[in-house]
């Protein structure tokens, strides 16, 4: 069974930055597409970035040029690196994996989650 434990997450002030990262347990996930997806109070699930295999990546518009996604396949760990935050960002972050290699950005396309980690962006 696949384990995913989110941490890093906390409060900043506005432009700011965090460093999130998810560690895997249970099976190497070198082959999987990994996700970070956010849910904000009152609000659904959504994708903000998404990483291949190959290291191709995906951005969600609004975190375009500010967030980065990188993965060590070593370490079975994702990052989601944070600049510039700001308090529109403020939600609970959840990883999450995807057993095919295509990236989706529908949070029904993945198999495993996370427990989430609160990020909070002060103003």
């Known amino acids: 069974q696949v384990q995913l434990v989110e941490s890093g997450g906390g409060l900043v002030q506005a432009g700011g930055s965090l460093r999130l990262s998810c560690a895997a347990s249970?099976?190497?996930?070198?082959?999987?597409?990994m996700g970070w997806f956010r849910q904000a109070p009152r609000k659904e699930r959504d994708i903000v970035a998404a990483?291949?295999?190959?290291?191709?990546?995906y951005y969600a518009d609004s975190v375009q040029g500010r967030f980065t996604i990188s993965r060590d396949n070593a370490k079975n760990t994702v990052y989601l690196q944070m600049n510039s935050l700001k308090a529109e960002d403020t939600a609970v972050y959840y990883c999450?994996?995807?057993?095919?290699?295509?990236?989706?950005?529908?949070?029904?396309?993945?198999?495993?989650w996370g427990q989430g980690t609160q990020v909070t962006v002060s103003s």
């Open positions: 990483i291949n295999w190959s290291a191709g990546t």
């Open positions: 249970g099976r190497t996930l070198s082959t999987y597409v």
């Open positions: 999450a994996a995807r057993r095919y290699s295509d990236i989706i950005d529908s949070e029904r396309g993945y198999d495993y």
